[in-house]
């Protein structure tokens, strides 16, 4: 039985991914970052161990108890917890970008460093990690998100590099609109971090972000279930031969095409009519 270790499972894209997975014949842990989803995982048949990507100590725990429940072998991970701040750049403070490369990147690449030594001693593996559309594609109001999924993107790339000739498989996963609780967390991360009322373009936030975050948003109708990003998650793990890439969505796929061929400046005005 081939296993994996799925981050941020609570809903969303970790969330179909580890019931489809194990569906699949799989040995799934499906890690959450808050206890109580954890045991509501457990309760419907799956292994979920405790991990915050805040929190190194539940890293180290987290890939303990895997380790020990499959004799010391992980044949995947599937690095997908991560968050939103809408908000102008102007406006993020720092400790909220503090926080956001916490979760969406340093406990990402602090799980894969540790996972990297057991892959190499049994002889091959699969690290997947789920960017974005907006790890390519810049977007107003959603820097902090952008910049992690930069980041994650430019590691993730470099990784792939640098485990050339080895018997490690990297890819990125990178999805456009998902149907997922991303919207309400967002709103919620919104509220805690950004005081829009005293910016200097509280009016634009008045007239754009507040209705997209009070349930309005107009690109509603271009998104796709979670599964979607499921079957390209099973490819990236179980082909002979995974891609570096897996786009998913049309507006991935338009937009990867459309900052290939056109100016800078023409994509700016695209963008901006979204």
Not at 10 to 22: K, Q
Not at 51 to 73: Q, R, Y
Not at 84 to 96: K, S, W, Y
Request: hydrophobic share 40%; with cysteine.
């Amino acid at each position: 039985m081939k296993s994996i270790l799925i981050t941020g499972c609570s809903s969303g894209i970790g969330y179909d991914a580890a019931h489809t997975l194990f569906r699949r014949g799989w040995q799934v842990f499906a890690s959450c970052r808050k206890p109580e989803d954890c045991a509501r995982l457990q309760r419907e048949g799956l292994a979920s161990p405790h991990l915050d990507h805040d929190d190194p100590a539940t890293i180290e725990s987290a890939l303990a108890e895997v380790l020990e429940k499959t004799g010391g072998t992980l044949d995947a991970i599937f690095a997908n917890g991560a968050y939103g701040i809408p908000g102008l750049v102007e406006d993020l403070p720092r400790d909220a970008l503090r926080a956001i490369f916490e979760t969406n990147v340093f406990g990402p690449f602090d799980l894969i460093r540790r996972v990297i030594p057991v892959m190499r001693a049994q002889g091959h593996g699969r690290i997947v990690n789920c960017s974005s559309v907006l790890g390519f594609v810049a977007y107003p109001w959603r820097a902090a998100y952008i910049g992690t999924k930069y980041a994650m993107e430019g590691m993730t790339d470099t990784l792939r590099h640098e485990l050339r000739g080895e018997p490690i498989h990297v890819s990125l996963i990178e999805p456009g609109l998902i149907t997922t609780k991303f919207g309400e967390n967002s709103a919620r991360n919104f509220e805690r971090w950004i005081d829009w009322q005293a910016s200097a373009r509280a009016d634009d936030y008045r007239g754009t972000l507040l209705k997209r975050t009070g349930g309005r948003n107009p690109n509603a109708r271009l998104e796709v279930p979670a599964s979607d990003v499921t079957a390209k998650l099973i490819h990236a793990v179980e082909a002979p031969r995974p891609r570096p890439r897996y786009l998913v969505t049309k507006l991935a796929h338009t937009s990867n095409v459309l900052r290939r061929i056109l100016p800078t400046r023409a994509a700016d005005w695209v963008v901006a009519r979204l």
